[in-house]
């Protein structure tokens, strides 16, 4: 539960399709997709929150398995070009500035 609330804190990032393109040139090829509560504890069935955590790797460990998306996937253009209030989505800026 910490986790998903520290999580939750260093979100600040806002999503849209120029961050998507920051995280291109920067070399990240993946974001870890999470789902918070509004009270931040981690739900992937009714989430408040999509905190997007970037990665440059998948993890190879089986037990890191999770729900992961290219950043270049028309997916997620299409949410960041969309006006998204309810999930409200935000990229983890703890790995952002790297």
Known sequence: MR?????????????NTKA?????????????VKG???DKHYDYV????LVLVPMKEL???PLKRD????????LLYQW????????????ANNLYNN
């Open 80 to 91: 960041a070009s969309e006006k998204n209030e309810y999930p409200e989505i935000v990229i």
């Open 3 to 15: 986790k998903g609330i520290a999580e939750a804190r260093s979100a600040t990032i806002e999503f």
């Open 36 to 38: 918070l509560t509004i």
């Open 67 to 74: 729900i992961y998306e290219p950043i270049g996937s028309a």
């Open 46 to 49: 009714e989430p408040h929150y």
């Open 59 to 61: 993890p190879t460990d």
């Open 20 to 32: 998507l393109d920051h995280l291109q040139s920067k070399g990240y090829k993946f974001v870890q």
